[in-house]
């Protein structure tokens, strides 16, 4: 070579897999092959002396056999590559199966197995070229599932997952707290900040601040969600107490909300649920009765695994909150100084591990009467 010719281009195999149209094209032409093979065999049969007939009628059943495979493996091939669903190997691995039925159906056929240089096209490394096409391709396709979930759901998707397993925890947790729906509208007034317990009867104010009068609330399940503390009461200077949700209620009435279908119909059924679970051969009867009727708290578990998903909109309102108290924090504008206010970017991460800090502590409640 000449001392001045330049060198060749240096090409970086990177390992990857087979774009699923190569495989579609690799899994068909495997079964082109496969079935003229079962072509010719049936033909040369069909021709052949009765000396020949039995061997040749063998080798046309087998190569029929793998023909039919390999299509079947091939149509799979198509199938797979267009359903989202499926893992993207998918139509990789069927394209090899069609590869070794049409190596088979060619033996058997006695012809010239050519199906095993389609192995090659599938083994093939990729270049720097083509996997640097392949990683722009992809981040495009997944740019393009984040923004269609995020306008769907309206968030992210570390909180698009934490919703997924919110939902679990609700399907595996609130069967087991043994309520009614009317348990939920004592909790659901609660939460409005209008229930408040005075006089010895629950009632839910017309207005917050105006402890009298409205409507009245279920005593009786009142009373037994503040004993398990899904209730905490406030008193007020006039002896009112109001109630408002615990954290372990707050979080039951999450859990309930996204699998209402865990609830009872009757408080006949969910007093017989509850006494199947605290049921036991060494108790005496009403012991296992006494207890039926409490209600039992949230499993631990739920309470330190849920966490509440946090919209994008919620998190740009935060992000601004966060930008002004930091610029204030920081001395705000100085007379003489044009200081820009701060750009703030809002970071999933530190977002994520915010939320996931907070701890599910013990609620010490005053006396409900």
Known sequence: MPENAPAAPHQVAHPGDPSPQTCIQVARQAAILA???ADDVMTAM???RSGAAARL???MHAAHKEAVEAEKWADRAEQYADDPAMPSSAPLCCARAAVDHAVRAQSAAGAETTAEDLRAELERKLTAAEYAERETERRREEAEREAEERAATGMDADNRDQAVRNRYLAEGHVAELGWT???VRVLEAAESGRLYWRDGRARQAARRGVWSGGRRISRDRTEALFAARFLVAVRQDDGTRVLTPSQMG???LELVRLHPAGLHDSDQAAYEARFARV???YKRRDDQKAAARVLPPLDSSAR???RKPVT??????RAEREAVDRWEDEGGCCPGNVVPFPAFNLSDNALTATIRSVQWGPVNQPALW
């Open 35 to 37: 079935v003229t093979a």
């Open 46 to 48: 069909c021709r052949s």
């Open 57 to 59: 009628e063998a080798a």
């Open 181 to 183: 729906a009317g348990h």
């Open 250 to 252: 707050q979080v039951a």
């Open 279 to 281: 049921r036991r051969r």
């Open 304 to 306: 330190n695994l849920y």
């Open 312 to 317: 994008l909109t919620e998190q740009r309102a």
